[in-house]
């Protein structure tokens, strides 16, 4: 996972076809535990964000040594509250450039608001402004 790997057009295929598996709610709970293992960065990314996805992919996803991996685990909505507040903790900088400076925007029904404001507001923001 650390280094890039030159792959055959046969591998890149099969894992162009794991990723449509990572991706797709229908994949069994038991594929996407194997796909969270997977030496391709998207075929983790996209189980990572598979709603169907079980509890303990999950957590193994959450310590993937990709920092956008584990932001992805964060973003799933079937992340339990205490596992995403726990990797918050353990990936405050990762938290930081992502919304600690503002940039990322929050869509909300009046429209895109910048969410470091709100952060501030619920006490979630920790000095890095």
Sequence with gaps: MAGREIRTAHERWLGYLRVLEAWD???THDRLRELAHDVIR???LWTARN?????DALTILSTDPDETVRWNFLLNRSTPLEARHLAKKTNRDA????V???QVPLLTASGPRPLLPRCRQSGLD???A
């Design 25 to 27: 709610p229908k994949t």
């Design 42 to 44: 998207p075929v983790r």
């Design 51 to 55: 709603p169907n996805t079980p509890p």
């Design 95 to 98: 938290v930081d450039r992502r």
């Design 100 to 102: 600690g400076l503002g």
């Design 126 to 128: 920790h000095g890095t």
